[in-house]
T-cell receptor
Framework: KNEVEQSPQNLTAQEGEFITINCSYSVGISALHWLQQHPGGGIVSLFMLSSGKKKHGRLIATINIQEKHSSLHITASHPRDSAVYIC?????????????FGAGTILRVKS | GAGVSQSPSNKVTEKGKDVELRCDPISGHTALYWYRQSLGQGLEFLIYFQGNSAPDKSGLPSDRFSAERTGGSVSTLTIQRTQQEDSAVYLC???????????FGEGSWLTVV
């Protein structure tokens, strides 16, 4: 079992829909990253959060450290939101934190 | 530039040849990661450097893979005797320290023919 699990693996939505992507992790962490990878493109960091909620434009990320769960929401989705969304948890090692990635959620928003 | 720089951006090599992939992290970043992503697959952890500590090599798939980080800055990932299954995008990322926002390079696309 992966230490970081994402769901769903694939998601197709109509433009304008509210989208939720979930991430659960099995180890104790202090923060979690959400990343975005466009087709053929690089990876960019969307959020790093350790508690509560963060908002950037139409993107909202929430985390519940006790329940080991985080969600990424996209409001008023648009075709340009089509990408792979990845959550990553820093697993504490003796010398620092190693990032463990979820498998990613492939999002396709249709117009 | 200000971001993580990787070279080459594309590499086609013959099976059995050695390849070197280079990563220039953002200046001052102590944490450096190598990942690879095969076509249609998720990110696979390879190796992690944190400051002057011994690297975490637990993700390297075989002894044909090795990586160095000189002077706490530039890193080189070396693949010896390449195989077709090594074809993938090799991604480098860095962060100020292990608990900060992570920044990815554009990746090195490796094709072994």
């Amino acid at each position: 079992k992966n230490e970081v699990e994402q769901s769903p693996q694939n998601l197709t939505a109509q433009e304008g829909e509210f989208i939720t992507i979930n991430c659960s992790y099995s180890v104790g962490i202090s923060a979690l990253h959400w990343l975005q990878q466009h087709p053929g493109g690089g990876i960019v960091s969307l959020f790093m959060l350790s508690s509560g909620k963060k908002k950037h434009g139409r993107l909202i990320a929430t985390i519940n450290i006790q329940e080991k769960h985080s969600s990424l929401h996209i409001t008023a989705s648009h075709p340009r939101d089509s990408a792979v969304y990845i959550c990553a948890a820093p697993i504490n090692m003796e010398y620092g934190n190693k990032l463990v990635f979820g498998a990613g959620t492939i999002l396709r928003v249709k117009s | 530039g200000a971001g993580v720089s990787q070279s080459p951006s594309n590499k086609v090599t013959e099976k059995g040849k050695d390849v070197e992939l280079r990563c220039d992290p953002i200046s001052g970043h102590t944490a450096l990661y190598w990942y690879r992503q095969s076509l249609g697959q998720g990110l696979e952890f390879l190796i992690y450097f944190q400051g002057n500590s011994a690297p975490d090599k637990s993700g390297l798939p075989s002894d044909r893979f090795s990586a160095e980080r000189t002077g706490g800055s530039v890193s080189t990932l070396t693949i010896q005797r390449t195989q077709q299954e090594d074809s993938a995008v090799y991604l480098c990322a860095s962060s100020l320290s292990s608990g900060n926002t992570i920044y990815f390079g554009e990746g090195s696309w490796l094709t072994v023919v």
